[in-house]
């Protein structure tokens, strides 16, 4: 069962900055009253005290129905921040290739190879358990893992400018995965030895695509039986060998690149009318 989305206030606790965009929060439930908007608690605290906005500062905020909202704040406290609604539109930052990324649980920091695949362009991360995996956590170890996790990708969303927070499930065997994900998306294995390059494939953005990426010591023979039975094309992604946390990320950056995506420069403001 996944734990829920991380709360507007967890979020906000994390220390994040990007100076190429506003501040930008992912809120929580209807802050919105016509041109108005209000946030309390502490998020508004960590606008107050963290961040020191003051009145006539600017922030984004992306609600759960996938708009954004610049907003001007007219009054900062420490449990409420007012501000008026600037302009809105449809959530950016999101690619219409949607990746769901079966990442092999690395031997640690699995914060990083989340950090770098939301930041990427990831859609959705499910962790898995293959062959030589060698972090394996107990049953009463995975709900702080996850929900740990999951703050992670909030954080990342945020300071990508991301348009919505990707899911990151619990871990599972690389069959159940495949099972989750299902039969309408082109699934993908990096290998050493596989066939083509990851440049050369054709990227088709309307069609989603499922990245498998194995652990340190790479895809076991059943996990490559498995992978294979599932319809699954093989691919390497260069000369080098990747540690297994950027590898995903460095392989959602290059899929994005064919589909067109990375064409689209980082959204600016739209001009007050």
Do not use: K
């Not at 990746?99 to 991360?125: N, S, Y």
């Not at 709900?143 to 909030?154: D, E, G, H, S, Y």
Request: with cysteine; glycine share 10%.
């Amino acid at each position: 069962m996944l734990p829920p989305t991380p709360s507007t206030a967890e979020i906000a606790a994390m220390p994040w900055y990007n100076p190429a965009m506003p501040e930008r929060f992912f809120v929580d439930g209807e802050i919105f009253a016509g041109s108005e908007a209000v946030i309390e608690g502490l998020v508004a605290s960590h606008i107050a005290r963290s961040l020191r906005m003051r009145a006539g500062d600017t922030l984004v905020a992306v609600d759960g129905a996938g708009r954004e909202h610049g907003l001007s704040l007219t009054r900062v406290e420490a449990d409420r921040v007012e501000g008026e609604v600037t302009w809105s539109r449809e959530a950016t930052g999101e690619p219409r290739l949607r990746i769901t990324v079966l990442q092999a649980l690395p031997r640690e920091r699995m914060e990083d190879c989340i950090d770098a695949l939301v930041q990427a362009g990831a859609t959705e991360i499910r962790p898995v358990i293959t062959e030589r995996v060698v972090s394996r956590p107990g049953e009463d170890r995975i709900p702080p893992r996850l929900r740990r996790w999951q703050a992670v990708a909030a954080e990342s969303a945020q300071l990508a400018g991301r348009g919505m927070i990707p899911r990151v499930h619990s871990p599972t065997t690389l069959d159940d995965a495949l099972v989750a994900v299902g039969s309408g998306s082109r699934l993908i294995s990096c290998t050493f030895d596989g066939e083509p390059s990851i440049v050369d494939l054709s990227v088709d953005a309307e069609r989603p695509l499922t990245l498998c990426i194995g652990p340190e010591g790479g895809l076991g023979t059943r996990d490559l039986d498995i992978l294979r039975a599932n319809g699954t094309e093989a691919v390497h992604i260069g000369a080098r060998v990747l540690r297994t946390r950027y590898a995903g990320a460095i392989a959602c950056a290059l899929l994005l690149g064919r589909s067109g995506d990375l064409a689209t420069p980082l959204a600016t403001e739209p001009p007050l009318t």
